[in-house]
């Protein structure tokens, strides 16, 4: 078992830069690819970016790759999004997930965190 907990959300300003984290625990947690969805009002949860086990490899959703930066510290079991110059349409729900495979398809993740909310007013 995985577990994870996101941290970082909140309200904030278009413009700026946030950066979420996502804790993970379990014996394991490291050898597993994560990643970064996010699920906004009415939609469906949108994939923004996985990173492989090792941080070696990254791979983003085309419209995130400019403002978007996922990475990992292993020491510290935690991931990362650096999210810039929001938009308020960046808001959102953002959720981490653990998973063997790299993907962009939730259903591929087998582990899921609760969420943190992201706001971005205008």
């Known amino acids: 078992q995985v577990q994870l907990v996101e941290s970082g959300g909140g309200l904030v300003q278009a413009g700026v830069s946030l950066r979420l984290s996502c804790s993970a625990s379990?014996?394991?947690?490291?050898?597993?690819?994560m990643a970064w969805f996010r699920q906004a009002p009415g939609k469906e949860r949108e994939f923004v970016a996985a990173i492989s086990w090792n941080g070696g490899r990254t791979f983003y959703a085309d419209s995130m790759k400019v403002r978007f930066t996922i990475s990992r510290d292993n020491a510290k079991n935690t991931v990362y999004l650096e999210m810039n110059s929001l938009k308020p349409e960046d808001t959102a729900v953002y959720y981490c997930a653990a998973g063997i495979l790299s993907s962009s398809v939730s259903r591929s993740y087998d582990y899921w965190g609760q969420g943190t909310q992201v706001t971005v007013s205008s």
């Open positions: 379990g014996r394991t947690s490291n050898s597993y690819v």
